[in-house]
């Protein structure tokens, strides 16, 4: 599905947008420039994973930084080329949102079941030691 909508920004002629920036690049258009603590948490995100995600969003010209309200803090801010865009990413998101409740509409287990029911799966035993169990007993892993 990403590689879909990857392919929708190349027939627009945006350049280096992953899907993945989508969400935060929306919410800093609509709130204005934040940490990466305050953006982190507004889509829950780690502050690691946060952290990661800005730097690719600023190599591909998305974002920039600005000094925040004392010389510590720093703020993550849209620039020109994101601006100009975000009218279509957000007709994007709208059009994935509907494009997802029509495919949900044809499965007989809705998607956002399937992955709540997946992320309960998870709180109860991790993906990590699902693997580590196999793993251990595995004579190729020692």
Do not use: C
Request: without cysteine; neutral net charge; charged residues 30%.
């Amino acid at each position: 599905m990403d590689d879909d909508i990857a392919r929708l920004y190349r027939e627009a002629r945006i350049e280096g947008l992953k899907p993945s920036f989508v969400m935060e690049l929306i919410r800093l258009h609509h709130q204005g420039p934040m940490t990466i603590t305050e953006l982190a948490a507004s889509v829950d995100r780690t502050h690691s994973a946060m952290s990661q995600k800005v730097a690719a969003m600023r190599n591909a010209g998305f974002v920039r930084t600005t000094t925040g309200e004392d010389a510590r803090s720093k703020k993550i801010a849209l620039t020109a080329k994101a601006t100009a865009i975000a009218g279509k990413l957000a007709a994007e998101w709208r059009a994935t949102e509907a494009a997802v409740a029509e495919l949900e509409a044809e499965l007989p287990r809705p998607l956002t079941k399937v992955v709540a029911d997946i992320e309960e799966a998870l709180r109860r035993k991790s993906f990590h030691d699902r693997i580590a169990e196999r793993l251990a007993g595995d004579p190729s892993w020692q």
